[in-house]
């Protein structure tokens, strides 16, 4: 006995040597698991946890009250207007006309405009069968002296008036008659050297009414009617010297023979004196 007491108190002076009696040591306690670290710098979140953040309360006014609620149908547009179905109209393809109704435009606070209850005759730029008929501008035109069928043409085509320069002591009857037969007015002034000027005063008075246009001007021969349109130029359209002899001419002008001398002088002192 003697001899294992000392034995055990040998034992417990060196300590136990066995493997079991050092795992109370505190280095060789065994630890609890740990995972790797992950090998990239992205991190995903664990499973489980919502990725995308709450929705956010609908933002309130200034009276602290949140927006009314609209009630729309479960397409999400809005209902259609009480009072009658919806007309739909289909959409244009790029270049076509729209298929929507157009509306005309507003007439403005005077409305639209009254037409004239004379109706306007057609603005004819020749009247066919009258003879060298020419337009010397709007609503005059010129030409010789027309036959029977001229004046019915003059009819035909829209005119009001005709206008026949004649010399002194002119039987102008006859000419009266077939155009007032045929509802033109009729004016005849009486074209002579002596009395260019007053000539040219009646004439520019008879072209200024609107009431005789279109008027057709003629004359006994072509150098009264050209004398008279060649003052008419230079008067009332303020046209130069060159411009007007150069429309005039056509129509007659010219200084040729005596009575052309006549007519020539009559027109420079007309110009004189005005």
Known sequence: MLLTASAVLLVGAVGCRHRCCHLNDPDKRPRPYLPEPPRNSILLPPAGVPTTPAPSPPPTGSSNFPPPALDLPPGGSPAP????PEVLYPESPPGSSSARPTQPPPQGILGAPVKPQTPEPPK?????????????KDGLFAGRKPTLDGFDALKTAGF??????HPNGQ???AIKDMAASRGLTFHAIETTPETLSA?????NRVTADRLNRPAYVFGEDDLRAGAVWYLHLRTVDSFGDDAARLRAKPLGLSDQGD????????????????
């Open 124 to 136: 004819s730029t020749t009247p066919s069968g009258v003879s060298g008929a020419i337009k010397v």
């Open 81 to 84: 207007k009480s009072g009658g």
């Open 199 to 203: 000539a040219l005063t009646e004439f």
């Open 160 to 165: 009001r008036a005709v206008v026949y320069l």
């Open 171 to 173: 039987d102008v009857s």
């Open 259 to 274: 009575e052309g001398r006549a007519f020539a002088l009559a027109i420079q002192s007309v110009l004189e004196s005005r």
